[in-house]
Nanobody
Framework: QAQIVESGGGLVQPGGSLRLSCTAS????????MGWFRQAPGKQRELVAR???????DYLNSVRDRFTILIDNAKKMVVLEMNSLKFEDTAVYYC??????????????WGQGTQVTVSS
């Protein structure tokens, strides 16, 4: 019974900042990557940022210079620091956790989603 718990969403003004946190617990196995996806109304889900257990990162180009993703392997926690937020960042953000056995993927887990709204 794996659990994915998200926090940090909310309403923020353009140019403001938010920090999203996601913690995995339970019988989740070995984590290979943790990250965040987002989906705005009428749009496809897209990867925002992810980080491997070794610290390698991958960012959506439109957020690369504004967001920072960090992982704490011991706590099984990933943090997304979002700065200089824009209207187009408004979406439901979903934490994603991928597990593996060696180099072989096992399965992924999803959080329930947290709303981020950027509005003046």
């Amino acid at each position: 019974q794996a659990q994915i718990v998200e926090s940090g969403g909310g309403l923020v003004q353009p140019g403001g900042s938010l920090r999203l946190s996601c913690t995995a617990s339970g019988n989740i196995g070995t984590i290979s990557t943790m990250g965040w996806f987002r989906q705005a109304p009428g749009k496809q889900r897209e990867l925002v940022a992810r980080v491997s257990s070794g610290g390698h990162t991958d960012y959506l180009n439109s957020v690369r210079d504004r967001f920072t993703i960090l992982i704490d392997n011991a706590k099984k926690m990933v943090v997304l620091e979002m700065n200089s937020l824009k209207f187009e960042d408004t979406a439901v953000y979903y934490c994603n956790v991928q597990t593996s056995l060696g180099w072989r993927p096992v399965r992924g887990y999803w959080g329930q989603g947290t709303q981020v709204t950027v509005s003046s």
